[in-house]
């Protein structure tokens, strides 16, 4: 009768291996399902939010073409300050200095059928000479003001190509030009450059 006892037992632990196999299995298709999930929300925000075309990436050791002082002034002028002053010419590149406008700018903007969006931007400006980063530094709440102004009124379907972020490249040199000729008589600020633009 030992023996039977010792068959009853083998069989019961074998149904129990197959029973703790099969937990395993679906923990494991549980798992690989989640990840796909995961996975493919990620790539249709991405699709969604990602823009029609990627932003240029320069090679590595090459820098990115500085865009011309004047940014593309067609002396028209537009809604957010009218024409830009004129650009002094820099006379000696090395004596260029640059200040970003830190902190991050962040504004609400009506995104049309998906309702608010959020944009933050970084920039930095370029002055002929150091000495005029501190005109730059005590006019900054003039110039912040003015800049979430103009990137407050801007529409999000604007600002996702090229031609958007190189448009509001130009409007930001306007903006800050017409501020700091106001306070100052002289337009200082040679260049903007967006060191990023983040758009949800």
């Known amino acids: 009768m030992a023996k039977v006892d010792e068959d009853l037992d083998l069989d019961v632990e074998g149904k129990q291996d197959k029973k703790g196999s099969g937990k395993m299995k679906m923990i494991i298709i549980l798992s690989l399902v989640g990840i796909l999930v995961i996975g493919l929300s990620i790539t249709v925000t991405l699709l969604l939010l990602g823009g029609d075309k990627p932003a240029p990436v320069a090679a590595a050791g090459t820098a990115a073409p500085a865009p011309a002082p004047h940014a593309q002034d067609d002396g028209h002028g537009d809604e957010h300050g009218g024409e830009a002053p004129p650009v002094e010419a820099i006379k000696d590149s090395s004596k260029v200095a640059y200040m970003a406008l830190n902190p991050a700018f ?8 998906s309702g608010i969006r959020y944009l933050q931007l970084t920039l930095s400006v370029m002055v002929a000479k150091e000495s005029n980063l501190e005109i730059v530094k005590k006019h900054m709440p003039v110039l912040r003001h003015n800049l979430n102004l103009l990137f407050g009124s801007l529409d999000f379907d604007d ?3 090229r031609e958007g972020k190189e448009k ?6 306007k903006v800050i030009r017409n501020a700091l000729q106001s306070s100052t008589g002289k337009p200082i600020v040679q260049a903007v450059f967006f060191n990023s633009i983040v758009g949800q």
């Open 159 to 161: 600002i996702r190509s």
């Open 168 to 173: 509001l490249t130009s409007e930001s040199l």
């Open 106 to 113: 962040v504004v609400n903007l009506e995104g049309g059928e």
